[in-house]
């Protein structure tokens, strides 16, 4: 497929004139970014600024993916987003704020959760993706289906006061397995438990612009085959050398024997304002038409809180509420069991799909 080249318009040129007489990136370096793909994975503490900045920058298409809603405890770190904003989900919400700062980009959400039954088609198509996840399950994916595509991938976390960063690049430096082989999420502490300051997520969010905007302007990576890692507490930096790993199972000749995963999936998450929350996940986009179900929903006496074109939000057994995005993700807040909040989405799925 042969990609049309998009020039750069007088209103564009002033728009971004100041980052157009840096050396290292130029018209030149201009014209390349408008005429890039990128995917951001993620649109939390991390993503958000990465999406913010990219779209400032004017790279010309951004594929946001994310599969969550926005809660009022992100909202000291996430700025895409506002108090008017909670309980919608983020990819919505982060898409209309981002073409508001830049319609000469095209922003492209994706409300989906991310694991081996959907990372290929989510990242398929573009240059590079971004890490703004907070899970290794997901980025572990992720990782996988980039070294599958040979699209390059920035790996980034943050937490507490830390974090780091590397850029991986598939046959040409370490995948992330190699760095964190068997990496489990029940070992690592997280924002919910231990905190993080917004700060740090500002810091590690710019080096991964920066590594981004260095290769798409075909400029050498600085941290291709080295780990940066960076703490605010006592402003250190260290970069580690990283090599691939030959018994990798993504990269090298080890072998994984992957067991079948039955779906769909549900995850329960940290707990938000005191509530247990369920994210299930169906294994596939199971496209929902939001207004003919919420009226559908109405009719049999459910009580809808919200629906917009990605979401629809409803009060399910009492206190509890259900969001069910247009990509088939359910999020269940308020209920004590995951058997019961899987039960529910069920119900709910047999209704879309016998309508």
Do not use: W
């Not at 750069?8 to 793909?37: A, P």
């Not at 990819?91 to 700062?101: D, N, P, T, Y």
């Not at 370490?174 to 924002?191: A, I, K, Y």
């Not at 707990?271 to 596939?284: A, D, F, L, M, V």
Request: charged share 25%.
């Amino acid at each position: 497929m042969i990609m049309k080249r998009e020039i750069i318009t007088d209103d564009e040129f002033e728009l971004y004139s100041r980052q157009i007489v840096l050396n290292v990136i130029g018209f030149e370096g201009q014209e390349k970014l408008k005429n890039s793909r990128v995917a951001i994975v993620g649109l939390g503490g991390l993503g958000s600024p990465i999406a913010m900045t990219l779209t400032a920058m004017g790279v010309g298409y951004i594929r946001i993916i994310d599969r969550d809603i926005v809660e009022k405890s992100n909202l000291h770190r996430q700025h895409l987003y506002t108090f008017k904003d909670i309980g919608y989900p983020k990819a919505e919400v982060a898409s209309r704020r981002l073409r508001e700062m830049n319609p000469y980009v095209e922003i492209d959400p994706y409300p989906v959760y991310i694991d081996g039954s959907t990372a290929l088609e989510a990242i398929k198509g573009v240059d590079i993706v971004l890490d703004g996840l907070d899970n290794f399950k997901a980025r572990r994916a992720i990782n996988k289906a980039c070294y599958n595509l040979s699209i390059p991938y920035i790996y980034a976390s943050a937490i507490e006061t830390y974090g780091m960063v590397s850029t991986l690049i598939p046959r040409e430096g370490p995948c992330l397995e190699c760095l964190f082989p068997n990496t489990s999420d029940q070992d690592l502490p997280t924002c919910s438990t231990v905190g993080v300051h917004p700060s740090i997520l500002q810091v590690i969010s710019s080096i991964e612009v920066y590594e981004a905007v260095n290769l798409l302007t075909k400029r050498k990576p600085r941290l291709l085959g080295r780990l940066l890692l960076y703490d605010l507490e006592d402003f250190s930096s260290n970069i580690i050398e990283v090599k691939r790993s030959v018994n990798c199972p993504i990269c090298g000749e080890g072998r994984v024997i992957e067991e079948e995963v039955k779906y769909p999936q549900i995850e329960e998450v940290c707990s938000r304002e005191g509530r247990i929350t369920y994210i299930i996940n169906p294994g596939q986009v199971i496209p929902i038409e939001i207004r003919s179900l919420s009226q559908k929903l109405y009719n049999e006496g459910y009580e809808i809180y919200r629906a917009s074109d990605f979401s629809l939000t409803f009060k399910v057994d009492g206190n509890g509420t259900f969001s069910l995005l247009k990509t088939g993700v359910g999020i269940i807040e308020g209920l004590n069991s995951k058997e019961y909040a899987l039960r529910i989405y069920e119900v709910i799925l047999r209704k879309i799909l016998n309508p």
